[in-house]
């Protein structure tokens, strides 16, 4: 396993700046890697619409009856925006159907981690933080 210091994954949107597209940096991802201005990185580009997600991911937050109006696509899309706020401290989402979203994950956090529990996902990610 990577040394936390030397690896940081984060989700965050693109932006514009200039004629370039940038991504920010949170914080504390910066803080804890001791990253300055003037600081060499390596990047690695993951395009989050292309990424898949995991079906019993999926199926955890559809069990949910309050969540089961959701689609694949606007579970993956919101959950993009709340890791977003989560990285950058900024809330970035103003709809009102995500706004709903994320207060009923909220609300239910503990039964969609409990429809986790045993899962190849949760098996995966148990104990990352």
């Known amino acids: 396993m990577a040394n936390p210091k030397t690896k940081q994954k984060f989700v965050n949107k693109v932006i514009k700046q200039g004629n370039s597209l940038c991504v920010r ?29 995991p079906s019993d991911l999926f199926e955890a937050y559809q069990k949910i009856p309050a ?36 207060k009923l994950v909220l609300k239910n956090k503990k039964k969609i981690k409990r429809n986790l529990m045993g899962t190849q996902t949760y098996k995966k990610y148990k104990g990352k933080k």
């Open 25 to 53: 940096i949170p914080f504390r991802a910066a803080k804890k890697m001791d990253i300055r201005e003037n600081s060499v990185l390596l990047v690695e580009l993951t395009n989050f619409d292309t990424l898949q997600m």
């Open 67 to 102: 969540l089961g109006k959701y689609s694949l696509n606007n579970i993956k899309k919101y959950l993009l925006a709340m890791n977003v706020e989560k990285s950058s401290g900024k809330k970035t989402n103003k709809n009102a159907e995500y706004l709903e979203f994320k």
